[in-house]
């Protein structure tokens, strides 16, 4: 019942790519530096020498994360995480669709929101082959800072993104979808009213629809909002009611400024204390100090405060948390104390009790 309820809902609108142009799926994997057929009208692109240097860096950096990072991962939450919900909420996130996979790899629906604007991919294959360098080096730009530190760097990103003409949130998107093995179905450009239903108005959340698949899997959708979290925001971009209509998911907060720290973002920080069965957080996500006996709280990492620039963020609950169950250091890097020996996670749990309720 709730799926036909979507389905219903998303019946929308704007076509990303002109029927004659290259395929989402070839448009991916040429921006991620991935081989696409000989018949792919992106073919004749894969010729020049600025796209092959390309495709030769990303597959070194993404292999090295991949080794470094995504599979360590992917066993932790395989171990750690055993009872994963089909939706996964990850607000604060930009396009940072690979850790979301990597955390959550069999989510059926990807609820990710930020500042950085949706943007668009043009048919690729009709720009002139002067403009190919100036596209994949503003993506390996943008890109970097993910695959370096674990977060994207919003000041940063907000320029590198709007530098060529594949601009915003979406051809990031792509990247990591291909790099992630998925096959990208189709794309569709989304708009909420404040009821969270799709509207063409112009008004409320601007995002993005993704479907995609692993090969052999079954049908994965990943939904992108282009909006302002704090309660302003929250309140009228109709992507609060749009996310409720999905039901009790998981969350992920990582990298998020401590934003949900903050009163003015109290709105979602409440939705994500209704509506999730399990969130996991650095200590940048609710503070640990807010969730009550309804949550079992599970350390992971050591916990060695906020760096500098958020030093007035520090937790006593979190380091008490940390001191009575140590587990050591987590083999992998998350954060902005990105070195895997000072990185910490936090997975609350929501009683059973509680979810009844």
């Known amino acids: 019942m709730k799926r036909l309820l979507l389905a219903s809902l998303l019946v929308l609108p704007l076509r990303a ?3 004659e142009g ?8 040429f921006l ?7 018949s ?13 240097q390309h495709a030769n860096a990303f597959g070194a950096a993404f292999g090295a994360v991949e080794q470094r990072q995504m599979s360590r991962i992917r066993a932790w939450s395989g171990a750690n995480l055993p009872a994963r919900r089909s939706t996964v909420f990850y607000f604060f996130s930009g396009p940072d669709f690979l850790y979301a996979n990597s955390f959550f790899p069999d989510a059926t629906t990807y609820v990710m929101a930020g500042l950085e ?7 690729l294959s009709r720009l002139p082959r002067a403009s190919v360098p100036g596209v994949v080096r503003s993506l390996q730009t943008s890109i970097r800072s993910v695959l370096h530190l674990s977060f994207f760097k919003t000041i940063d990103m907000r320029s590198d993104l709007r530098a060529s003409q594949a601009s915003g949130a979406l051809p990031v998107l792509y990247v990591f979808l291909a790099r992630s093995g998925k096959t990208v179905r189709s794309t569709e450009f989304v708009r909420l009213d404040a009821s969270g239903q799709p509207t063409a108005d112009g008004r409320g959340a601007q995002g993005v629809k993704i479907t995609f698949a692993s090969a052999g899997g ?28 999905l039901g009790v998911g998981d969350g992920l907060v990582k990298s998020a400024s401590y934003l949900l720290h903050d009163s003015t973002f109290s709105d979602v920080r409440a939705f994500l ?10 200590d940048t996500g609710v503070p640990a100090a807010l969730f009550d006996a309804k949550w079992q709280l599970r350390p ?3 916990y060695h405060g906020p760096i500098a620039m958020f030093s007035g963020r520090y937790q006593p609950r979190m380091a008490e948390l940390f001191r009575r169950e140590p587990r050591g250091a987590l083999g992998f890097g998350i954060g902005y104390r990105h070195r895997p020996n000072e990185s910490s996670l936090v997975v609350a749990t929501k009683r059973e009790t509680a979810l009844a309720q």
Do not use: H
């Open 117 to 123: 604007p949706v943007g668009a991919v043009p048919d």
């Open 218 to 245: 079954p049908e994965q959708t990943l939904y992108y909002f282009s909006t302002n979290l704090a309660n302003d925001g929250f309140r009228t971009s109709g992507i609060k009611p749009f996310c409720e209509r």
């Open 17 to 19: 790519f002109a029927a």
């Open 40 to 52: 792919s009208p992106l073919a004749r692109l894969q010729e020049d020498r600025s796209w092959l």
């Open 273 to 282: 204390l209704r509506q999730t069965a399990t969130i996991v957080q650095d």
């Open 300 to 302: 992971y990492g050591s």
């Open 32 to 38: 991620a530096g991935m081989p696409v057929a000989a």
């Open 22 to 29: 290259p395929s989402p799926d070839d448009t991916a994997r």
